[in-house]
T-cell receptor, first 112, second 116 residues
Framework: GENVEQHPSTLSVQEGDSAVIKCTYS??????FPWYKQELGKRPQLIIDIRSNVGEKKDQRIAVTLNKTAKHFSLHITETQPEDSAVYFCAALNQAGTALIFGKGTTLSVSS | GAVVSQHPSRVICKSGTSVKIECRSLDFQATTMFWYRQFPKKSLMLMAT?????????EQGVEKDKFLINHASLTLSTLTVTSAHPEDSSFYIC????????????FGEGSRLTVL
């Protein structure tokens, strides 16, 4: 089945710096790749997603890039702020297209 | 976005009892609902996928008789943890996808189960 690897597991940056989180997936048939942000004790919230017919997508300070050949996708956060501190999960739709498989998460800490 | 409500948010029970968690889609019809389990500081582990009116599909290693899932309507799915034990203590979170959406999931608030 689909396997999603996410790196790094923890990331500490200074306010204003950029943060990059990378994920790889195993199933070349996957075509949907969302990123979720989860604050402590709360539900995951979708922050951006990308489909396989697109190589890059941007929404204000957040961008996602997708390399289908290499089967990896990345989340880029620019001008980080303390409120960006959270756990970020990448995910990929499984082979059957029926469920999202999540990476192990990245704990991002932004210090001011 | 679509709203998914999960209840209860917290439950504490004695070992050996059964606990039911409800997941409702409030403003859309959820053709498919997913149940995830999350350990502290860990990722979301898919437990099972349920489609309205049919049996749930469980992931490898998840006990069907332990975690009973019912998806009787397009707006409600339930997870029952039967004969709960301390090792079942965890954060259980449901999510749903609606008709006309491809892949996008809407999550419930989650339910923290503590088994004494």
């Amino acid at each position: 089945g689909e396997n999603v690897e996410q790196h790094p597991s923890t990331l500490s940056v200074q306010e204003g710096d950029s943060a990059v989180i990378k994920c790889t997936y195993s199933d070349s048939a996957s075509n949907y790749f969302p990123w979720y942000k989860q604050e402590l004790g709360k539900r995951p919230q979708l922050i951006i997603d990308i489909r396989s017919n697109v190589g890059e997508k941007k929404d204000q300070r957040i961008a996602v890039t997708l390399n289908k050949t290499a089967k990896h996708f990345s989340l880029h956060i620019t001008e980080t702020q303390p409120e960006d501190s959270a756990v970020y999960f990448c995910a990929a739709l499984n082979q059957a297209g029926t469920a999202l498989i999540f990476g192990k998460g990245t704990t991002l800490s932004v210090s001011s | 976005g679509a709203v998914v409500s999960q209840h209860p948010s917290r439950v504490i029970c004695k070992s050996g009892t059964s606990v039911k968690i409800e997941c409702r889609s409030l403003d859309f019809q959820a053709t498919t609902m997913f149940w995830y389990r999350q350990f502290p500081k860990k990722s979301l582990m898919l437990m099972a996928t349920s489609n309205e009116g049919s049996k749930a599909t469980y992931e490898q290693g998840v006990e069907k008789d332990k975690f009973l899932i019912n998806h009787a309507s397009l707006t409600l799915s339930t997870l029952t943890v039967t004969s709960a034990h301390p090792e079942d203590s965890s954060f259980y979170i449901c999510s749903a996808s609606g008709t006309g959406t491809t892949g996008e999931l809407f999550f419930g608030e989650g339910s923290r189960l503590t088994v004494l």
